[in-house]
């Protein structure tokens, strides 16, 4: 430094100094450039010393703290006098080496350019340089924040910490390190928020170092230990816990400096006490990368653990609660609700489930109406189990009867309601009376826990379920029990519903089967052969039907419908429908007659007045003498034809007719369509239950129907089986009603027929005719009654008719006898007193007669009546 403190101009080095004084030791360095000049010499080192890797010196290499810092080191003699320039100290001033060392330091001080934020710092000037000198002369020791002009101009602004020193020689020199302000307080403020961390956080944080031992440990993470914080350290966590979960903790944290995989928010159990911490492990490394240990971040998550755990088990009891509801839901039969719900509990809610019943409830029986005792009776309806062992059912039997005690704690449930909890051997051991065989093999099986809850319906107890947990799990505990409850009357409910409707479904099904024909009349030249299969469980029962009816003239009525709807009310539609059919057939009308009348019928079919009705239906009306079958239908699925083809086998199709509407649409008309058909021709007439599916169209049902019919039908009885095995599983749970009729021919020689013209020898020639006829079939008891009713009805055709009269005769299970002339108007009886000779004609035929009739034809009309062969 200058005497005079003038400061250089910034491209040139600061003044050089005088000449050191006389005396003192030039310090002059050994070769120009940074870093370098004259050390002031010390003792020397002794030759046997240890080398540098006996004493342990290592290189660091970069990335320490004094790379982060920084540190220049600069010294001086008691002149002010650069000694030494570090290559630091170069970086930071930019001044090179053999530019400042053997100069006087002053040069640097004194007003420069601006630093680079723009603001001008207070800097002391030459003179003041000086005094600093002199102060660190006189009390050793000087430190402060000094601003020094860089090379290029600005200011830089230090923090410079100064010593007086004295070397081997007793020589005093200065020994200056200097810091940059900005990166000694950036460090400053990453120590402080490391202090504030450990010292204000309420996490628990520790830092450990590359043997796992404690380096910091902040008092929050000491109270969570419950040790000091000066306890914890050079210690490691097993030595510190020395719990199991402490070992485990240990092997995280060295793979975790092995590896450098973070662990964040380990939920663990706390290695005191019984709560839960949260646990967070980083390695920690330099600026270089080298590995320094590991920083632990400690959290209590007990109350999070158990809210989540509390959380958790609603969910489970939730899920439980929808997937017992959602099983025992769609079942609508009690025992079988009553197996889903025993099932369905474990192992989730229990490891023993059973459900009791009162033994008429299974079956649809009424609710119980007397109060609970010892005598009533029970069955074990539904059971379920973890695994099944002698023991087990010898506990819980499927389909026992069994009674309770009225004292224990079944009877208990089952007479007030409440539910009970057994949660120890002891209390298991007495809940019935002593010996018991079913306690103790629950005992042998080791059950340690009891729920008996009863089964509630509009306030009546039906039965219990019972509920029981094995040893090695939790026992029942009161959320269990109201859990327990929710399960408990759900079930309840479904139980009853599955009640009611088995109870309605027996009725609906035993006033169907009461109006379904028990058995069909025998009629000649014809085959029957029919089935009718109810719907499944989960439907209810249809309105499905069939009738065969014997009409005059020895033909026969065939008849298949389906009301729409299920239940009660689609049953007695279906009887009603049967009766009118049956009544309108007896005035033998053709079929489309037949079907626009019921259809008419309208409101007296109908459930209720509120209420409109539909079906459908299809009729056919077949005679044997002339193998003609007339067919007509109601929005039904088409009939099949099985017809005898050439040459050996059968042909199958589906007749192809006026579809129409179904019956109490109304508007729509009906038509017949007669066939004349094969001897051995089998006519079959089905409900939609048979073809319908849930997967596949109904076309498919019908060529699935037709194919089968395609085979030899050998036996009705036998296709009728085969029919209703090749309905698929996946099909509508519908009912079905079949009927199948081989139509045939009557006997050779059994039908015999006259056309006479209208005039006056037609009576006397149908008498010879019906004479000879009888005679051949060795009828004489009927002459005289079929001769005398024979005229009555020629006589009165050839008196209204005028044209030509027909007589035909069939002898099958009674005689036929038919009379037909052109006039379309039937016959009326009149009432004829003692003074009348005539009109007494269709009085003595209907006294005569087993019974008779008219019917109209496409050319007139046709009276005909019956008698019994003796």
Known sequence: MTASGATPPADQPPDRAQPPPRGEPPATPEKPGGGQGEVPRGEEPDEGGLSDGETGIVGTGAGTLLDTLRVAVVMLDTSGRVLLWSPLAEEMLGWAGEHIVGRRVGGLFGPGGQTPGGRRPPMPSPGQAEQILQELLRGGRWEGILSLRHRDGHTVQVEARASLLVDGDGRPFVLASVVETSRLRTLEHDLAALDSLFDASPLGVAIFDKELRYVRVNDALARLNGISAADHLGRTVAEVLGSPVAESLTALQRDVLITGRPVIDLVSPAPVGNGHRSLSYHRLADRSGRVLGVSATVIDVTERVQAAGRAERARRRLALLNDVSSRIAGQLDVRRNAEELAASLVPTFCDYSGVVLHSQLADGGSLPTAPYSDSTPLRQTGVGAINWSPEVVRMIRPGQAMSFDRKSPFGEALATGQPQLLSSRAELAGMTFPGDPKVRAALEVGIESLLALPLRAHGVVLGLLVASRAGGREPFDQEDVALGMELADRAGAALDNARLYVREREGALMLQRSLLPRSTPAAPGVDVAYRYVPGSSVAEVGGDWFDVLPLAGGRVGFVVGDVMGHGLAAAATMGRLRTAVRTLAGLDMPPDELLRRVSELGDDLAPSQAEGWMATAVYAVYDPSTRRCAIAQAGHPPPVLVEPAIGGGSRARLLDLPPGAPLGVGGIRFETTELDVPDGTVLVLYTDGLVESRRHDISTGLERLRSTLARPLDSLEDACDDLLSTMEPGREPDDVALLMARLGTLPSGSTTAW?????????????????????????????????????????????????????????????????????????????????????????????????????HGPLGKTVWFELALP
């Open 755 to 855: 056309t006479f013209p209208a005039e006056a020898s037609a009576v006397r020639l149908a008498r010879r005719r019906v004479r000879d006829a009888l005679a051949e079939w060795e009828l004489p008891e009927l002459t005289d009654v079929t001769v005398l009713l024979v005229s009555e009805l020629v006589t009165n055709s050839l008196r209204y008719a005028h044209g030509p009269i027909g007589v035909r005769m069939v002898r099958g299970s009674s005689l036929l006898v038919e009379v037909s002339d052109p006039l379309p108007d039937p016959p009326r009886e009149r009432v004829v007193t003692e003074e009348d000779e005539g009109g007494r004609g269709l009085q003595l035929v209907a006294g005569a007669s087993r019974r008779w009739g008219t019917r």
